[in-house]
């Protein structure tokens, strides 16, 4: 075998590793969002959503800038036009993501609001299709989605679903998309932390006016700052760094794919630590999604990055 034929078998054995490592990341990271969401519902009787949603980016802002120091780095010694432009883009739809997906989440339960949330990604994916075992694995998360959110049933009294929160989570999915395809374009121009960093401390300039009443509350309740600490470390600093970098290692319509597991584990978070119950039907629908997404990653498209490498 050629030397040339070995490099390139090394080199594509490498990518599958940093791509096999990937997902296991990615699921950690919704966990850790989830977990965080359902902290942050129990902190909305004091804080409020915009409140909760302020700390929530405001702590995390804070804790990636002393991590990643990006002041330091010299890849944003001369940051470009576009680069301040793809920063300002990213931070602006982190801050709307989290305030209108907090006010959703004060009226629906966890797993309906990313559910509905979800149809963002989900359009991503399906837009960017090429082939028919990709628009199977997304029908099969909408089924799963359906069955989620039972409409069939909305028009009795006891499963009919907030308007307004209805509305709201469908614009939280349409930020959701807006921040992949921000974090797409940033992450071309600053290294992963960095960029994570950079667009949360835009999105905490941006949030701060909205949610100022929230800070009084804290002092006046010292105990909620551990658990306002640990909502923006799960919600936010850990699996945004997570996601920047797992997009860096995979198509962006894997990636969207792949995150229709966030509905199934949002669901499970809202059993285990809100309380919120599940149907039959629900677990059906977690089981659709679920093979949508195992589907997707066990026979994704070719092997090209969602995030070129940055210069």
Not at 38 to 67: D, E, N, Q, W, Y
Not at 115 to 136: C, Q
Not at 174 to 201: K, N, P, Q
Not at 266 to 280: V, Y
Request: aromatic share 6%; charged share 10%; net charge positive.
């Amino acid at each position: 075998m050629s030397v040339t034929a070995v490099s390139t078998a090394a080199a594509a054995s490498h990518l599958r590793a940093r791509r096999l490592l990937a997902l296991p990341a990615l699921l950690g990271g919704m966990g850790s969002v989830q977990i965080g969401a359902s902290i942050a519902k129990l902190l909305f009787p004091v804080l409020g959503p915009i409140g909760t949603a302020c700390m929530r980016v405001l702590l995390a802002a804070i804790v990636l800038l002393l991590i990643a120091r990006p002041w330091n780095r010299q890849a944003m010694a001369r940051p470009t036009r576009s680069g301040m432009i793809a920063i300002l883009a990213y931070g602006l739809s982190l801050a709307v993501m989290n305030m209108v997906f907090y006010a959703a989440l004060a009226r629906l339960p966890l797993g309906v609001t990313v559910a509905i949330e979800f149809i963002g990604p989900l359009t991503l994916a399906v837009a960017g299709s090429r082939r028919a075992l990709d628009l199977l694995w997304a029908a099969m998360a909408i089924g799963g989605l359906l069955l989620l959110l039972e409409p069939w049933q909305m028009a009795a009294s006891q499963h009919r679903l907030d308007p307004i929160g209805v509305l709201l989570a469908l614009g939280a999915g349409v930020t959701w998309a807006l921040y992949i395809l921000t974090g797409r374009h940033l992450g071309s121009h600053v290294e992963g932390i960095s960029a994570t960093a950079l667009g949360m401390s835009v999105a905490a300039v941006f949030v701060l006016p909205f949610g100022f009443e929230a800070l009084p509350a804290l002092a006046t309740h010292p105990a909620l700052i551990a658990s306002a600490f640990g909502m923006a470390m799960l919600s936010s600093a850990v699996p945004y760094s997570i996601e920047m970098m797992a997009m860096r290692r995979m198509s962006m319509r894997s990636f969207s794919i792949l995150m229709s597991l966030e509905p199934a584990i949002a669901t499970l978070a809202g059993l285990f630590l809100l309380g919120e119950h599940l149907t039959f039907m629900h677990w059906l629908a977690i089981g659709g999604i679920v093979a949508a997404s195992l589907g997707s990653a066990a026979v994704g498209d070719a092997p090209q990055p969602a995030l070129p490498p940055p210069d």
